[in-house]
């Protein structure tokens, strides 16, 4: 039992590069999240899924895509990588609405 | 605007000594959760609580839902709780969280 599973663990792109980042849970949760942290910040929301197919626009959204075509894997998409993009990013997931959150290990994302 | 605010900002402290983080919401919630998070490292739900109190080892976590209030308290502090502590809250379809405590403490 993995847990959450977040890939890749580091990467450094070039501004205007894209990329795609993979979440993946094995405790058939229904709700999976994509946060970023930035130093001095909570961690903000930036896209949610409540269920296979069906993603949702969280806090700071633009720049990002998400699909969610298994309902055990939450994708993140950057089309066209921002400096201000660099950030470390997390996955999290819950069984229902409200309960205890999973977390992934972070990736470490560097845009130049 | 902040739905979730913690303090301290930073806390060092002897080894042995008893520690508070405090949190404080300002949102509906359905639970309030403690994280860890280790330097460079992942985060891990500590406690994840609704009302009263609950215990894990040396860890205490308390929650007054009318004052909207909870606190995260360690007692014998060791080195190995050096970490940051993160309150976060669920609300609606997602959480909120604080900025987190970093707590170091000194042998």
């Known amino acids: 039992n993995a847990g959450v599973t977040q890939t890749p663990k580091f990467r450094v792109l070039k501004t205007g590069q894209s990329m795609t980042l993979l979440c993946a849970q094995d405790?058939?949760?229904?709700?999976m999240y994509w946060y970023r942290q930035d130093p001095g910040m909570g961690l903000r929301l930036i896209h949610y899924?409540?269920?296979?197919?069906?993603?949702a626009k969280g806090e700071v959204p633009d720049g990002y895509n998400v699909s969610r075509l298994k309902k055990q894997n939450f994708l993140l998409g950057l089309e066209s990588a921002a400096p201000s993009q660099t950030s470390v990013y997390f996955c999290?997931?819950?069984?229902?609405?409200?309960?205890?959150?999973?977390f992934g290990q972070g990736t470490r994302l560097t845009v130049v | 605007k902040n739905e979730v605010e913690q303090s301290p900002q930073n806390l060092t402290a002897q080894e042995g000594e008893f520690i508070t983080i405090n949190c404080s919401y300002s949102?509906?919630?359905?639970?309030l959760h403690w994280l860890q998070q280790h330097p460079g490292g992942g985060i891990v739900s500590l406690f994840m609580l609704s009302s009263g109190k609950k215990k894990h080892g040396r860890l205490i976590a308390t929650i007054n839902i009318q004052e909207k209030h909870s606190s995260l308290h360690i007692t014998a502090s060791h080195p190995r709780d050096s970490a940051v502590y993160i309150c976060?809250?669920?609300?609606?379809?997602?959480?909120?969280f604080g900025t987190g405590t970093s707590l170091t403490v000194i042998p």
């Open positions: 949102v509906g919630i359905s639970a």
């Open positions: 899924s409540v269920g296979e197919g069906t993603t």
């Open positions: 405790m058939n949760h229904e709700y």
């Open positions: 999290a997931s819950t069984i229902l609405q409200g309960t205890e959150a999973f």
């Open positions: 976060a809250v669920g609300s609606r379809n997602q959480f909120y």
